[in-house]
């Protein structure tokens, strides 16, 4: 009988040790699970190029496709195509009535290029934070010890909205080359210019209250 019952707790044991299956818990940390995802669109426009310049018809049609992109900051335009290098000036005279600069290369888009055409690609990226507002599981109890389902979604949301280009969420700004001078000695500029605080005097106070 004994044998029997020891044989039943090992074999319990056993089967206990095989059911238990680890996983991650995410939410077990100090960090929001609720954080801003990116998704990239891409927009194409194909114009005639036949010499390698884009006729004044196709800088209208053009510039009326980005009008109607609402083209801006954050977003990226690249020229592709055989004629691209010859073309990239009147693409980068339409873009900088928006502000923007060409960037260089082109990413991969569906089809080829038409002889005597050219292929200008917007990328566009937005920031959102899914699933938010998130009160999917209770706050109480929570034996596991999880951060609550909704942490992040109000923060990281704000940030998702406001941030201008949502690239610098991923990577830092890289260095165009241009630099100002000016611009990086203003701030000890207005150290140097600033009066002394102390070059007044000693202030006098006193602590008697007024009739």
């Known amino acids: ?3 029997c019952k020891l044989g039943l707790v090992l074999l319990a044991t056993t089967l206990a040790g095989c059911s238990h299956v680890p996983y991650d818990e995410p ?3 100090m960090s929001a699970v609720n954080v801003p995802v990116l998704t990239r669109s891409e927009y194409v426009f194909d114009a005639a190029a036949p010499d390698g310049s884009l006729p004044s018809v196709e800088r209208a049609r053009l510039d009326g496709w980005f009008r109607s992109l609402e083209l801006g900051y954050g977003d990226s335009v690249y020229v592709d195509g055989p004629y691209a290098d010859a073309a990239r000036a009147d693409v980068a005279q339409a873009a900088g009535r928006y502000g923007l ?4 290369g082109a990413p991969v888009t569906a089809g080829a290029v ?3 055409m050219v292929r200008v690609v917007v990328t566009r990226t937005r920031a959102a934070v899914p ?4 009160w999917s599981e209770p706050s109480q109890p929570n034996f596991a010890n999880h951060s609550m389902s909704n942490l ?5 949301s704000n940030l998702a909205s406001m941030v201008a280009n949502p690239e610098d969420l991923i990577h830092g700004r890289d260095d165009s080359g241009v ?11 207005s150290y140097r210019n600033a009066t002394p605080t102390g070059q007044g005097g000693l202030k006098d106070i006193s602590t008697k209250k007024k009739d």
């Open 1 to 3: 009988m004994m044998r």
């Open 179 to 189: 630099g100002d001078t000016r611009t990086s000695t203003k701030a000890v500029q």
């Open 101 to 104: 600069l060409l960037s260089n």
């Open 27 to 29: 939410s077990r940390g």
């Open 131 to 134: 699933n938010c507002p998130n």
């Open 152 to 156: 992040g979604c109000a923060v990281n």
């Open 114 to 116: 038409g002889p005597g």
